[in-house]
């Protein structure tokens, strides 16, 4: 968790809105994985991987956030 603690805001919110919203046109991957997790399609590996990926920034975002709420002195 401390590594978490130790990156910046900024450079995670980069990523987390490139990578969240890309492809931009015709929709995003991080929408369509979602879609398909929650359709019971998203089966290919690299589909599940795809999701990861995307999902990574946003996933240390939180993370983050709630780490530095329940314990801002750390």
Do not use: C, Q, W
């Amino acid at each position: 968790m401390k590594f978490i603690r130790h990156i910046p805001y900024t450079p995670l919110l980069i990523a987390a809105v490139l990578l969240g919203l890309s492809p931009f046109k015709p929709e995003p991957h991080l929408v369509e994985k979602l879609r398909m997790l929650f359709s019971g399609t998203l089966t290919r590996p690299l589909d599940i991987f795809d999701l990861f990926f995307h999902a990574t920034p946003l996933i240390l975002l939180a993370i983050k956030f709630i780490s530095e709420k329940k314990n801002p002195t750390a």
